[in-house]
C-alpha cells in the first residue's frame, strides 16, 4: 500500500482479503490508522449533509451510506482481529524464544505498544510462576485475572452474493435481511451454510 494513497472502501476491503491469507502481518502505510480515521470523518460528514435535506435522493444516499459506514466497521473490526492475533503469536514466540522482533516495521506505532506490553505481561507472568516452582518456589501470580465466563461464538466475515431476507439464529437472534453487496459477521455455522449454498463468499 502506497504512502501516497487514499484510503477507499475497495482498498480497506482488499487490505482485510491481504492480511487475512498472508501469514505474516500485512506491511500498512505508518500513518493508517489517521487515513482511516480522516476517511470515515469525511464519510460521516457527507452523511450529516444529506440527513439535513429533504428529498427522495438524499434518503437514498443516507440508505447507501449508511449501508457502507456498517460494512467498513464490519471490515474493520476484522482487519484488527486479524492483525491483533498476529501481533500475540509473535509477542508469545519471541517470549518463549528469548528472541528479538526481526522487522519493527511491520507494526505500526500503536501495535508496537500493544506487542511489547504482551512481551512484558508474558514474561513477568514465566517468572512469577515457572521460575518460582522451578527454584522450588510457591508460584506468585502478580497479574490481575479477568475471566470471561461466556464463550465467545466463532465468527466469520462473509460478503453476499444474492439477497438473502430475514433469518434466525439458533440462540433465536434475529439476522438480516441482506442485499447483495452486503457484509456480514455471522456465527461460524451459518456462514458454512451460506457459503455452501452460494449465496455468500468468504472474506
Known amino acids: 500500500m502506497s504512502e501516497d494513497n487514499l484510503i477507499t472502501y475497495e ?7 491481504m492480511e487475512k491469507y498472508k501469514k505474516d ?21 457527507i452523511l450529516q449533509g444529506y440527513e439535513s435535506k429533504e428529498s427522495v435522493f438524499a434518503s437514498q444516499s443516507i ?25 500475540m503469536q509473535m509477542a508469545l514466540f519471541n ?11 511491520i507494526l ?3 501495535e508496537k505498544k500493544v506487542y511489547y506490553s504482551i512481551i512484558n505481561l508474558l514474561n513477568i507472568s514465566r517468572d512469577s510462576i515457572l521460575k518460582n516452582i522451578l527454584e522450588g518456589k ?3 501470580v502478580k497479574i490481575e485475572e479477568k475471566i470471561d465466563a461466556k464463550p465467545k461464538t466463532n465468527l466469520k466475515l462473509v460478503r453476499f452474493l444474492e439477497p438473502v431476507p430475514k433469518f434466525m439464529g439458533e440462540d433465536m437472534t ?13 456465527p461460524e455455522k451459518i456462514a ?9 463468499e468468504e472474506i
Open 108 to 110: 505500526l506505532d500503536e
Open 174 to 186: 434475529v439476522f438480516g435481511p441482506f442485499n447483495t453487496e452486503d457484509i456480514g459477521n455471522l
Open 138 to 140: 510457591k508460584p506468585e
Open 25 to 45: 502481518l500485512y506491511k500498512l502505510d505508518k500513518d493508517f490508522f489517521d487515513k482511516v480515521t480522516r476517511y470515515l470523518n469525511e464519510k460521516k460528514t
Open 63 to 87: 440508505i447507501k451510506l449508511k449501508k457502507q459506514l456498517d460494512n467498513i466497521y464490519l471490515i474493520l473490526n476484522e482487519l484488527y482481529e486479524k492483525r491483533e492475533a498476529k501481533i
Open 192 to 200: 458454512t451454510i451460506l457459503i455452501k449454498g452460494n449465496k455468500a
Open 95 to 105: 517470549s518463549r524464544t528469548n528472541s528479538q522482533l526481526q522487522d519493527e516495521d
Open 11 to 17: 482498498n480497506i476491503y482488499e487490505i482485510l482479503r
